[in-house]
C-alpha cells in the first residue's frame, strides 16, 4: 500500500538531547513537508524539500534541521536549540507540481521532553 | 505568518443535521484546501480549491471558494458519528507556504 510512514509514534527527549524523526514515502512523490502542531493550534510549516538534495525553511525553521538525500526520505532533526519541542509532527508529501498542496500526510509523532 | 480564523471553534450536533463552518483570512488566497483530522492521526485532505466563486463536493462534503478570496466555506450535510473529527482549512498565496487554520471541532451526537 502507498504513503507515508512516520517513526516513532510517540519519542521521549531529555532536555539537551537531539532527536530525529523519520519520514519515509513510497508514493513517488516529489515535494515533502514537516508542520508542528500545538494543541489549539494549526499547522505550522518547519521545512519543505521540493526537490532532492534542496529543501527551504518554513516559517519555524529555528532549532530544526532536515535533509534529502533520497527522494523517499525526509528525516527531521530536533535540535537541542529547539526551546519548546515538545509538540506533534506530521510529515507529508505531494505530487511534484509547481506549488502543489500537502495531499499526504503520515500519522504523526508526539514528542515530548522529559 | 498569515492567520487563518476558522468558526466556529467546536460544533455539537444531532446525527442527520447539516453543518456549516468557515474560514476567513486578511490576506488574498490563490488556493484553499479544507481536511480532516482524527484524533492523534495525520490530516486527510477531503477537498481543494483554486478559483474565486468556485463550488465544489465530495460527497456529503461542499467547500466553497469565496469571491473576494479572503474566505472559504465547509459544509456537511446529513451528518453521520463518523464526521467526527477536527476539521481545518489552509490557505496558500505563493510558492509552498501553506497556512493552516486553528481547526473546527465536530461532534456528532447519535
Known amino acids: 500500500d502507498g504513503g507515508i510512514t512516520q517513526s516513532p509514534k510517540y519519542l521521549f527527549r531529555k532536555e539537551g538531547q537531539n532527536v530525529t524523526l523519520s519520514c519515509e514515502q513510497n508514493?513517488?512523490?516529489?515535494?515533502m513537508y514537516w508542520y508542528r502542531q500545538d494543541p489549539g493550534q494549526g499547522l505550522r510549516l518547519i521545512y519543505y524539500?521540493?526537490?532532492?538534495?534542496?529543501?527551504q525553511k518554513g516559517d519555524i525553521a529555528e532549532g530544526y534541521s532536515v535533509s534529502r538525500e533520497k527522494k523517499e526520505s525526509f528525516p527531521l532533526t530536533v535540535t537541542s536549540a529547539q526551546k519548546n519541542p515538545t509538540a506533534f509532527y506530521l510529515c507529508?508529501?505531494?505530487?511534484?507540481?509547481?506549488?502543489?498542496?500537502?495531499?499526504?500526510f503520515g500519522q504523526g509523532t508526539r514528542l515530548t521532553v522529559v | 505568518g498569515q492567520q487563518l480564523n476558522q468558526s466556529p471553534q467546536s460544533m455539537f450536533i444531532q446525527e442527520g443535521e447539516d453543518v456549516s463552518m468557515n474560514c476567513t483570512s486578511s490576506s488574498i488566497f490563490n488556493t484553499w484546501l479544507w481536511y480532516k483530522q482524527d484524533p492523534g492521526e495525520g490530516p486527510v485532505l477531503l477537498i481543494a480549491?483554486?478559483?474565486?466563486?468556485e463550488l465544489t463536493s465530495n460527497g456529503r462534503l461542499t467547500a466553497q471558494f469565496g469571491i473576494t478570496r479572503k474566505d472559504s466555506f465547509l459544509n456537511i450535510s446529513a451528518s453521520i458519528p463518523s464526521d467526527v473529527g477536527i476539521y481545518f482549512c489552509a490557505g496558500q498565496v505563493t510558492g509552498n507556504q501553506f497556512y493552516f487554520g486553528t481547526g473546527t471541532s465536530l461532534t456528532v451526537i447519535p
Open positions: 480549491l483554486y478559483k474565486a466563486g
Open positions: 508514493l513517488n512523490h516529489d515535494a
Open positions: 507529508a508529501s505531494s505530487i511534484g507540481t509547481a506549488s502543489p498542496p500537502p495531499a499526504f
Open positions: 524539500s521540493q526537490i532532492v538534495n534542496d529543501f
